[in-house]
């Protein structure tokens, strides 16, 4: 997918371990989002941000933190890795616009907790 | 709050079949209505959208969905499918949530083509 991308592709992480998602965009959006996809959920929204320097938090936000320190990265980390974390994380971009919908994502981080 | 639900987590059908995949909504409020697909291992990619004006949307791939607003509903349509439309189908609605418009999305529905 043109425009965002996400590193890494693939982590296995035991319980406990910390790590952190990036997210990049290059089309200049102001809104940014990070989803986690479980089978038989669909997408549920863990955080969001409408600018640089500002986030706010989503449908499943525990666990979980974001730093939005640039326009074109949205960073999220998860502190204290536990097994029910293990999903595949999207991440999004809009237009402000079009602020009611995602326009572009990421092909996904695909992250296991042992 | 507002839901989203997809009646039918999986649709079988044959090559060159019409399709109608199912999209149910609850809100008080307006709001806005899309139809995402993600292949196998990739992001989603949005299919159509409503905001206003025309209930019927046309979008890519020859989908189209229509908004029936009495039935709270935007099923997506397709008059003859292709192989290659296998994949995952999420509804999505939007309506305003602290000053932003935050989309919540359905389950998924599975389309299988088969020739």
């Known amino acids: 997918n043109a425009g965002v991308t996400q590193t890494p592709k693939f982590r296995v992480l035991k319980t406990g371990q910390s790590m952190t998602l990036l997210c990049a965009q290059d089309m200049n959006h102001e809104y940014m989002y990070w989803y986690r996809q479980d089978p038989g959920m669909g997408l549920r929204l863990i955080h969001y941000s409408v600018g640089e320097g500002t986030t706010a938090k989503g449908e499943v936000p525990d666990g979980y933190n974001v730093s939005r320190l640039k326009k074109q990265n949205f960073l999220l980390g998860l502190e204290s890795a536990a097994p029910s974390q293990t999903s595949v994380y999207f991440c999004a971009s809009g237009y402000r616009e079009r602020q009611y919908q995602p326009q572009h994502f990421g092909d996904g981080t695909r992250l296991s907790i042992l | 709050a507002q839901s989203v639900t997809q009646l039918d987590s999986q649709v079988p059908v044959f090559e060159e079949a019409p399709v109608e995949l199912r999209c149910n909504y609850s809100s008080s409020v307006s709001v806005y209505l899309f139809w995402y697909v993600q292949y196998p291992n990739q992001g989603l990619q949005l299919l159509l959208k409503y905001l206003s004006g025309s209930t019927l949307v046309k979008g890519i791939n020859g989908f189209e969905a229509e908004f029936n607003k009495s039935q709270t509903s935007f099923h997506l349509r397709k008059p003859s499918v292709h192989i290659s439309d296998t994949a995952e189908y999420f509804c999505?609605?939007?309506?305003?949530?602290?000053?932003?418009?935050?989309?919540?999305f359905g389950r998924g529905t599975s389309l299988i083509v088969h020739p």
């Open positions: 999505a609605v939007s309506k305003v949530a602290g000053g932003s418009y935050i989309p919540t």
